[in-house]
């Protein structure tokens, strides 16, 4: 296979998945250590819904890209493409799963009454529409997107081809 170098948007990662993976760690209270269940072929279908154990899961795919976004860290072009296919899904669904579990360990009592309060329940102000920016899932999401720029970047690069970049 010929060796291309790396696209700058795939060079460009090595902040980016840093940022993700910090994310990911603060959202979901992700543990230093994830430990997976081998103890059979079943074992997994509890932690696949699990949204910690989703997000400890791209949390070492952000690792793996990490690295193969590295200079001088030799992949191939399909490598990336299905790295960044594999985290595609959990990513897309983080910003809603941390809403979820945010709404479902919520004390609503408490809420309810800090709403009342004259500074809130932790002095924020509460949002004036349903519909308001959350500023925390707009980034999340604009550096989700500069996965698939990378990958665009790649398959350009490449000519659509599976060659080795460096």
């Known amino acids: 296979m010929d060796t291309i170098p790396k696209p700058d948007e795939l060079l460009a990662l ?22 997976i269940s081998l103890d059979d072929i079943d074992a997994a279908v509890g932690e696949l819904g699990d949204p910690v154990m989703i997000a400890a899961l791209a949390m070492r795919k952000l690792q793996a890209l990490r690295l193969l976004s590295t200079p001088g860290v030799r992949t191939s072009t ?12 959990a990513l897309l669904q983080a910003p809603t799963m941390r809403l979820k579990l945010a709404a479902a360990s ?5 809420a309810f009454e800090a709403l009342t309060d004259a500074d809130g329940a932790d002095g924020a102000e509460a949002p004036a529409a349903a519909d308001d920016e959350d500023v925390e899932s707009e980034r999340f999401r604009a550096l ?4 698939h720029e990378a990958v665009y970047a790649v398959l ?3 000519d659509g081809e599976i060659r080795y970049l460096v």
């Open 144 to 147: 989700h997107a500069k996965l």
């Open 156 to 158: 350009a690069a490449s």
């Open 14 to 35: 090595h902040g980016v998945t840093e940022e993700l993976f910090d994310t990911l760690r603060a959202w979901f209270d992700v543990p230093d250590k994830a430990v």
């Open 78 to 89: 399909d490598v990336v493409v299905s790295i960044v296919q594999d985290l595609n899904r």
């Open 106 to 110: 919520t004390d609503w009592d408490a």
